[in-house]
Protein backbone atom coordinates (compact mmCIF):
# COMPACT_ATOMS: atom_id res chain seq x y z
CA UNK A 1 0.00 0.00 0.00
CA UNK A 2 0.93 3.31 -0.97
CA UNK A 3 1.25 5.90 1.57
CA UNK A 4 1.08 9.91 1.29
CA UNK A 5 4.44 9.20 3.98
CA UNK A 6 6.23 7.25 0.75
CA UNK A 7 4.92 9.01 -1.76
CA UNK A 8 6.40 12.46 -0.04
CA UNK A 9 9.69 10.39 0.93
CA UNK A 10 9.96 9.36 -2.86
CA UNK A 11 9.25 13.07 -3.74
CA UNK A 12 12.18 13.99 -1.05
CA UNK A 13 14.44 12.03 -2.34
CA UNK A 14 14.47 12.78 -5.89
CA UNK A 15 15.05 16.21 -5.41
CA UNK A 16 17.92 15.42 -3.43
CA UNK A 17 19.26 13.59 -6.16
CA UNK A 18 18.46 16.56 -8.77
CA UNK A 19 20.26 18.46 -6.54
CA UNK A 20 23.13 16.55 -6.74
CA UNK A 21 23.60 16.81 -10.22
CA UNK A 22 24.62 20.56 -10.54
CA UNK A 23 28.87 20.44 -12.24
CA UNK A 24 29.93 23.72 -11.37
CA UNK A 25 32.83 25.53 -9.77
CA UNK A 26 32.14 26.75 -6.23
CA UNK A 27 33.25 30.55 -5.42
CA UNK A 28 30.81 32.49 -3.29
CA UNK A 29 29.42 32.03 0.10
CA UNK A 30 25.24 32.42 -0.31
CA UNK A 31 22.91 34.18 2.35
CA UNK A 32 20.20 33.02 4.43
CA UNK A 33 17.78 34.79 1.76
CA UNK A 34 19.65 32.16 -1.15
CA UNK A 35 18.97 29.31 0.75
CA UNK A 36 15.38 30.35 1.38
CA UNK A 37 14.66 30.57 -2.43
CA UNK A 38 16.31 27.27 -3.59
CA UNK A 39 15.08 25.12 -0.89
CA UNK A 40 11.47 26.32 -1.75
CA UNK A 41 11.83 26.86 -5.39
CA UNK A 42 13.68 23.28 -5.96
CA UNK A 43 12.51 21.05 -3.09
CA UNK A 44 8.87 22.42 -3.37
CA UNK A 45 8.75 23.25 -6.92
CA UNK A 46 5.20 21.94 -6.75
CA UNK A 47 3.82 24.22 -3.79
CA UNK A 48 5.99 27.50 -4.62
CA UNK A 49 6.05 29.26 -8.19
CA UNK A 50 9.51 29.73 -10.30
CA UNK A 51 8.67 33.40 -9.87
CA UNK A 52 8.75 33.46 -6.10
CA UNK A 53 9.86 36.32 -4.37
CA UNK A 54 12.25 35.73 -1.54
CA UNK A 55 9.49 37.20 0.99
CA UNK A 56 6.73 34.35 -0.71
CA UNK A 57 9.69 31.77 -0.55
CA UNK A 58 10.32 32.67 2.97
CA UNK A 59 6.33 32.54 3.74
CA UNK A 60 6.08 29.13 2.56
CA UNK A 61 8.90 27.47 4.35
CA UNK A 62 7.63 29.52 7.72
CA UNK A 63 4.67 28.22 7.25
CA UNK A 64 5.21 24.73 7.48
CA UNK A 65 7.78 24.83 10.11
CA UNK A 66 11.00 25.63 8.20
CA UNK A 67 12.24 28.35 10.03
CA UNK A 68 14.96 30.51 9.67
CA UNK A 69 16.40 33.81 11.62
CA UNK A 70 14.68 37.17 10.64
CA UNK A 71 17.63 39.20 11.37
CA UNK A 72 20.08 36.58 9.45
CA UNK A 73 17.31 36.67 6.52
CA UNK A 74 17.54 40.71 6.52
CA UNK A 75 20.94 40.82 6.34
CA UNK A 76 23.32 40.32 3.02
CA UNK A 77 26.18 39.78 5.14
CA UNK A 78 24.86 36.98 7.38
CA UNK A 79 26.41 33.95 5.62
CA UNK A 80 24.90 30.40 5.90
CA UNK A 81 26.77 28.05 8.13
CA UNK A 82 26.53 24.42 7.25
CA UNK A 83 25.11 24.02 11.01
CA UNK A 84 22.65 26.37 9.27
CA UNK A 85 21.94 24.40 6.30
CA UNK A 86 21.73 20.97 8.38
CA UNK A 87 18.77 22.30 9.96
CA UNK A 88 17.34 23.22 6.63
CA UNK A 89 17.26 20.48 5.52
CA UNK A 90 16.57 18.00 8.48
CA UNK A 91 13.48 19.84 8.67
CA UNK A 92 12.36 19.50 5.10
CA UNK A 93 13.00 15.95 5.36
CA UNK A 94 10.83 15.87 8.07
CA UNK A 95 8.16 17.89 6.35
CA UNK A 96 8.37 15.38 3.37
CA UNK A 97 8.20 12.68 5.31
CA UNK A 98 5.65 13.95 7.75
CA UNK A 99 7.25 12.60 10.87
CA UNK A 100 7.15 16.14 12.68
CA UNK A 101 6.78 17.94 15.38
CA UNK A 102 6.02 21.43 15.67
CA UNK A 103 7.08 23.36 18.59
CA UNK A 104 6.78 27.13 18.38
CA UNK A 105 6.19 26.79 14.56
CA UNK A 106 8.75 25.12 13.85
CA UNK A 107 9.44 21.84 13.05
CA UNK A 108 11.39 20.62 16.21
CA UNK A 109 14.58 18.62 16.19
CA UNK A 110 13.99 15.08 17.46
CA UNK A 111 14.28 14.10 21.42
CA UNK A 112 17.59 12.49 21.92
CA UNK A 113 19.63 13.78 18.40
CA UNK A 114 21.79 16.65 19.70
CA UNK A 115 22.18 18.99 16.91
CA UNK A 116 21.03 19.30 12.92
CA UNK A 117 24.26 17.88 11.77
CA UNK A 118 23.86 14.67 13.75
CA UNK A 119 20.08 14.68 12.52
CA UNK A 120 21.16 14.42 8.61
CA UNK A 121 24.28 11.87 10.07
CA UNK A 122 21.41 9.07 11.27
CA UNK A 123 19.34 9.84 8.39
CA UNK A 124 21.93 9.41 5.38
CA UNK A 125 21.71 13.17 4.20
CA UNK A 126 23.89 13.90 2.29
CA UNK A 127 24.87 17.34 3.39
CA UNK A 128 28.14 17.74 1.78
CA UNK A 129 27.23 17.04 -1.95
CA UNK A 130 23.84 19.12 -1.35
CA UNK A 131 26.19 21.55 0.33
CA UNK A 132 28.11 21.78 -2.32
CA UNK A 133 25.32 21.89 -4.62
CA UNK A 134 23.93 24.79 -2.84
CA UNK A 135 27.33 27.17 -2.84
CA UNK A 136 27.91 26.17 -6.99
CA UNK A 137 24.19 27.85 -7.15
CA UNK A 138 25.29 30.90 -5.65
CA UNK A 139 28.96 30.86 -7.03
CA UNK A 140 29.06 34.11 -8.94
CA UNK A 141 26.50 35.83 -5.86
CA UNK A 142 23.09 35.90 -4.79
CA UNK A 143 20.18 34.75 -6.42
CA UNK A 144 18.41 37.56 -8.53
CA UNK A 145 15.49 37.15 -6.31
CA UNK A 146 18.01 38.02 -3.89
CA UNK A 147 19.73 40.69 -4.89
CA UNK A 148 15.93 42.64 -5.93
CA UNK A 149 14.98 41.73 -2.34
CA UNK A 150 18.03 43.61 -0.84
CA UNK A 151 18.39 46.49 -3.27
CA UNK A 152 14.22 47.06 -2.25
CA UNK A 153 15.33 46.79 1.24
CA UNK A 154 17.87 49.77 0.80
CA UNK A 155 15.44 51.78 -0.66
CA UNK A 156 13.24 51.46 1.86
CA UNK A 157 15.51 52.26 4.34
Known sequence: MVTSGSIKMKIFKRSILLLCLHPFLVSAQPTFADLSVLLAKDCFKRNVSSKASVK???SFLEDHGV???REDLMNPKALVKK?????????????FAG???L???????PDGISSWVDFCL????????????????????SLSEVDRFFKYRVKLN
Open 56 to 58: ECV
Open 67 to 69: CFD
Open 83 to 95: EDFAKAVGQSKLL
Open 99 to 101: EFV
Open 103 to 109: ENGEIKR
Open 122 to 141: LNDIETKSLWRWFLRRTKDG
